[in-house]
């Protein structure tokens, strides 16, 4: 059965998109069956895949809401499945912004989303999920069926302040909707290491949730080369596989598999 992680911020910019782009990759190398979920309405991970016009898609993930809602009968998987370098994706179009209104109004709002994943998620090991930068009824439904949360965030004040809103989200889903949900921890992304300011927010972040939460050892560089990769659709491994920030996700995707003690064995 998957395991399904959240890729979460309620801050735009930290690298979302860009982590569920290469960390679907790396798994996917790895030998893994991957599943990536837009939960996005500005669609950049489905951009990403080079999914081009989701908006004219028959299927995309608003689609499949919306039929759950409606109470009508889900197609078949092969309907709305889009198969990218053997990483099958769920894409998201701005209609996806829609879904928030509907949600209010809907029988179990909390469970529309899961209601999908529970119909495919025995065909794959990992399934990455997307969220909107934003904490509402969306990011909800997500929340609500994954088993674990990655942070990704920036060495900035303003990414390091607005984690505790995000956090305290968690908890309370965790208490009253779904109480299997744990974090993966806080993946710092656009890192420039020599830069006062990041080693500052680092401490900052370590000293005000590492006792809680993992904080990864990796951190994924600043890089234009991540830009070019996902302006040609294709993730920083295969774009550039000896850069910076591709060598950083694959270490990265060793510590989320393996933990730290595997890393350290491999060195």
Do not use: W
Request: net charge neutral; glycine share 4%.
């Amino acid at each position: 059965m998957a395991k399904i992680i959240a890729v979460a911020n309620q801050k735009g910019g930290t690298s979302k998109s860009t982590t569920c782009r290469n960390l679907a990759t790396t798994l996917k190398n790895r030998g893994h069956k991957v599943l990536v979920i837009d939960g996005d309405n500005q669609a950049n991970l489905t951009d990403c895949f080079g999914i081009v016009s989701p908006e004219k898609l028959d299927m995309t993930l608003y689609s499949l809401m919306e039929r759950v809602i409606l109470e009508e009968d889900l197609p078949k998987k092969e309907a709305y499945i889009i198969t990218r370098e053997n990483i099958d994706i769920i894409p998201a179009s701005i209609l996806l912004s829609d879904i928030e209104i509907k949600l209010v109004a809907a029988m179990s709002r909390e469970y529309v989303l899961k209601t999908i994943i529970d119909e495919i998620k025995e065909d794959y090991d990992f399934i990455l999920i997307d969220t909107m930068p934003s904490l509402g009824l969306m990011t909800l439904n997500v929340l609500a069926t994954c088993d674990t949360v990655l942070i990704p965030a920036t060495p900035e004040y303003l990414s390091a302040k607005g984690l505790e809103l995000l956090l305290r989200t968690v908890f309370k889903i965790k208490k009253r909707i779904n109480k299997g949900v744990e974090f993966e921890g806080i993946l710092l992304t656009m890192f420039e290491e020599r830069t006062n300011l990041a080693q500052e927010m680092l401490k900052l972040i370590k000293e005000s949730y590492g006792s809680d939460i993992r904080v990864f050892n990796t951190k994924i560089p600043k890089t234009v080369k991540v830009g070019e990769a996902n302006a040609k659709s294709m993730s920083i491994i295969d774009y550039m596989p000896t850069s910076k920030a591709s060598i950083a996700y694959e270490k990265f995707t060793n510590e989320l598999i393996y933990g730290e003690m595997m890393i350290n064995e491999k060195k």
